[in-house]
Structures are given as structure tokens and as C-alpha cells.
């Protein structure tokens, strides 16, 4: 839920960050709302995101390990399980730390890519302070 909210936010700053002019401007050569926001809106509001919902898909990859913490399933908790079970702590434990190394290194390089090609495109929405949230 915790991340949701996140992704909310900043799916939300996306559509801030789409100019008036463009919803008026659909709504000017007559098209259906489900059209406008398909072949106008919505387009441009994952440009202007991509970017940082790359970079928050990270910081949530990067989560999962605490879920390990306490006990429950997912890629750390399973490679550990299995390394225990077949006696290799140390060449799965590597394993899972190159792994989490290059998902990491290509998000973030993704995102860097990202954030080039489309420069100035997203505006911080002063949202994350009015709603009490550390920025991400």
C-alpha cells in the first residue's frame, strides 16, 4: 500500500505536468475522452514519468530484501533456502548479490537515459510535502 501511494503520486504529478493546453486542444478537434487521454494525454504523462517510476521500481526491487527480514518469501529468502538445503552459502548468496547489482545498474542506467532524453519534462509537485511524505 505504502509504495501505491507512491506510484499514485506520481502518476498524479504526470497529469500536472501535462499542459492545459493540450487537454483543450483534444477536446477541440472533437475527440471522445477515452481517446484524449489514450492517443494525447497518457502518452505524455508516462514520458514525463518514466523516469522516476524506473527509479522507484528500483528503490521497490531494493525493498524486497527486507521482506526476507521478516520471514517471508521472495529471491533472497529462496536463494537462502536453497543454499542452505545444498551446502553453497557463499556461491548463492553471491549469486543473488551480482544479481541485485546488475537489475539495479541497468534500472538506474535506464533512468539515467530517461532523464536525458526527455530533459525538464517532469515537475516535483510539492504534493510529497503537503501530504507529509519524504520525497523519494
Not at 499514485?8 to 478537434?29: C, D, H, M, P, T
Not at 543473488?96 to 516535483?124: D, F, H, I, M, Q
Amino acid at each position: 500500500m505504502f509504495e501505491a501511494a507512491y506510484y499514485a503520486e506520481i502518476v498524479r504529478s504526470g497529469f500536472k505536468a501535462v499542459n492545459k493546453g493540450q487537454y483543450e486542444g483534444a477536446k477541440a478537434l472533437g475527440l471522445s475522452t477515452a481517446t484524449m487521454y489514450g492517443s494525447v494525454i497518457l502518452p505524455q504523462v508516462l514520458r514525463a514519468t518514466a523516469p522516476i517510476i524506473v527509479t522507484q521500481t528500483i528503490i521497490l526491487f531494493q525493498d524486497t530484501a527486507l521482506v526476507y527480514v521478516l520471514s517471508l518469501h521472495d529471491f533472497l529468502g529462496t536463494a537462502a533456502q536453497i543454499a542452505q538445503r545444498d551446502g553453497k552459502l557463499t556461491e548463492f548468496y553471491t549469486f543473488v548479490a551480482v544479481v541485485y547489482l546488475v537489475l539495479c545498474s541497468v534500472g538506474s542506467e535506464l533512468a539515467e537515459r530517461l532523464r536525458r532524453k526527455n530533459p525538464g519534462t517532469v515537475r516535483r509537485s510539492k504534493s510529497f510535502r503537503t501530504l507529509g511524505l519524504p520525497r523519494p
